[in-house]
């Protein structure tokens, strides 16, 4: 595909996060620029995700730097094996070919041993490319390290083991604009916190009896410093940990530890999270580790116009059955546009030129509409394919012979190839390019009128032939063979060239056309995004396709001429069963 072209074409992104790093370079404060992609394994990910990734692995490209992906699994309640594969797998198509060289994975089975107690040195795992011994990342990989560090953290007075209910550390937190009130049990002593946070772990307690909580500030004004809680009691088994744990971290308590104990330099997330910077800067300096710190920078997420990207969201239209999966191509998901047939190219080249800010704000979703558009104009492949066909008989080319004509297979090519092709007595056009009775200007088929078969030669449409309903049966032209490539008249002019399939030389294949998931532009702030689906996203057509794309292959792009491009749909396309998927159509059709 066009990737490396496309790639070294741009200009290198800039935006305050890479100047921030920018100038860390400069001044030599890190030995490696390391960076990571840090997913909670709960669903798909989405185009949103994507610009989490580009900027993440670009960060680590454009320094020599790693990026490390790591599931963020504290929360297995919710967390399930079959995201972690999609994830992968998205993550790595994602970056093929552009950032593979920057992803870091850990030697499999080797998370750094627990920290005892304060002083010692403590371990980190270097990321290594990924290969056979190794696998991602996972926050659960630190559990014992992290529960060392809580110990720690009670040791210096700085956590201590609260008995109030979940209700309760609610109301005794307070709002933004009035003070919280201490817990009860803030004041408990190191012995008998060490004590009960054992305890905990050990499983005495039922979900919720207890849990551990940092004592910073019930006074702050800011929320996430009065006391946040570190470790809650869930007796549910982990998909990754197995069944060694009935405590679990909450994810300000584990990230910024995950962070440390990887290397990570630049802790790069969603504006969200900025209120939780100083819990982050927090946690790190209460236990005074020996090595460099990570930092925490905040960006604005990405939010196209016409989607929807939140996973809770995404999950209500797989399992309301809108769409047929996680993977429909009408979802944002990264595998919904794998199985469109949108490049991974194209996907980068969009959330990158949206750029990095501090500001959230709408992307009208006909930027990566372009982006598609652009790259595949170069990478398809042109083909011959009728949609909605409708016979027409070439009266004057005798049945079984074939006629040979050249088309060609891409005119954005150096030095454009060909393909042969041939007329026959019977082809098929588009229904849409013919009409009984024409409106103004219409410079297609029309009783009388002529019109030039792309890469053969004009015909003349003499006859319209019905059957005893008054549906049209076929359309009776006279082909002037004359005005074919090389023959005599071959200059002469119409005003319109449609295209067609030989009716006798073609293959038949279901084609989906997609459109728009939803007819508004923000659909996530409608009462019920469901009401506002699109009834018209998707359309099946069975079609006919030129002969040579029986032999399509899965990870080839085409473009079937004047209408749009298309790519085999890898889930349902089987030997003999051709089922393409439109990509995209040629021109927007949304705009005014
Ligand atoms: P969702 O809100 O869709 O459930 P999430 O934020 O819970 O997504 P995570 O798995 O926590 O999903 O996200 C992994 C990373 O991707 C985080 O660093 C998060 O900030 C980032 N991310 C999530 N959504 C977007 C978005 N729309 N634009 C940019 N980055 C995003
Ligand atoms: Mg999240």
Not at 509 to 538: C, G, H, M, Q, W
Request: net charge neutral; charged share 25%; with cysteine.
């Amino acid at each position: 595909m066009t990737d490396e072209k496309n790639t070294a074409a741009a200009p290198a992104p800039s935006d305050f996060i890479r100047d921030i790093v920018a100038q860390h370079v400069a001044e030599q404060r890190y030995a490696k620029i390391v960076t990571r992609f840090p997913p909670e394994p709960n669903g798909y990910l989405h185009i949103g995700h994507a610009k989490s990734i580009c900027l993440n692995f670009g960060i680590a490209r454009e320094h020599n730097g790693q990026c490390n992906l790591r599931f963020d699994d504290t929360n297995p309640a919710k967390e399930e094996v079959e995201f972690v594969e999609s994830i992968t797998t998205d993550v790595r198509w994602l970056i093929a070919g552009w950032a593979d060289h920057c992803l870091a994975f850990k030697p499999k089975g080797a998370h750094p041993a627990p920290v005892t107690s304060n002083g010692k040195p403590d371990r980190y795992i270097a990321p290594v490319p990924p290969g056979e011994n190794t696998e991602a990342f996972f926050a659960s990989d630190y559990f014992d390290a992290l529960y060392e560090y809580a110990l720690e953290l009670i040791r210096r007075g700085k956590a201590y083991v609260c008995d109030l209910s979940p209700e309760d550390t609610d109301k005794y937190r307070g709002a933004p604009d009035q003070p919280g009130r201490e817990s009860p049990f803030r004041n408990r002593s190191v012995a008998e916190n060490l004590d009960l946070f054992q305890r905990m772990k050990a499983g005495e307690f039922p979900n919720a009896a207890r849990s551990l909580r940092a004592k910073i500030d019930m006074a702050s004004p800011n929320v996430w410093l009065r006391d946040p809680l570190l470790y809650r009691i869930r007796h549910v088994p982990h998909h990754h940990a197995g069944d060694k744990w009935c405590i679990y971290p909450l994810y300000d308590y584990a990230h910024c530890l995950s962070d440390y104990l990887e290397g990570i330099t630049h802790s790069i997330c969603t504006l969200e999270f900025e209120v939780h910077r100083p819990l982050y800067d927090w946690i790190l300096e209460a236990l005074d580790l020996p090595r460099a710190l990570p930092h925490q920078y905040e960006f604005a997420k990405l939010m196209p116009n016409y989607l929807i990207v939140s996973k809770r969201n995404l999950l209500r239209l797989v399992q309301e059955k809108v769409v047929s999966g996680w993977d429909d191509p009408r979802m944002p998901t990264i595998s919904g546009l794998r199985r469109r047939g949108i490049p991974a190219s194209a996907v980068r080249r969009f959330v990158t030129s949206v750029g990095v800010t501090k500001f959230n704000s709408v992307t009208d979703i006909a930027l990566f509409e372009h982006a598609i558009r652009d790259e595949l104009n170069t990478a398809a492949a042109r083909r011959l394919a009728v949609l909605r066909p409708i016979k027409l008989v070439l009266t004057n080319i005798p049945a079984g012979e074939s006629i040979p004509c050249a088309a060609v297979n891409n005119p954005q090519a150096e030095n454009p190839t060909t393909r042969p092709i041939v007329l026959t007595r019977e082809v098929f056009i588009e229904t849409d390019d013919f009409a009984e009775v024409p409106p103004p200007k219409y410079f297609r088929l029309k009783p009388g009128g002529e019109v030039r078969l792309k890469y053969a030669c004009i015909i003349k449409l003499d006859e319209i032939v019905k059957d005893a309903a008054g549906a049209i049966t076929e359309l009776r032209c006279t082909a002037q063979l004359d005005t074919r490539s090389g023959q005599p008249n071959a200059d002469k002019k119409v005003k319109g060239t449609i295209h067609w399939v030989s009716a006798t030389q073609c293959v038949d294949a279901e084609v989906r056309l997609y459109d728009r998931l939803f007819t508004v532009p923000e659909p996530a702030a409608e009462p019920d995004f469901i009401k506002v689906v699109n009834p018209k996203s998707l359309e099946v057509v069975q079609a006919k396709l030129e002969p040579s794309l029986a032999s399509a292959q899965l990870e080839d792009r085409y473009q079937f001429e004047r209408l749009g491009y298309f790519a085999l749909d890898p889930k349902d396309s089987a030997p003999g069963k051709l089922v393409f998927n439109r990509t995209i159509s040629l021109k927007d059709t949304w705009a005014k």
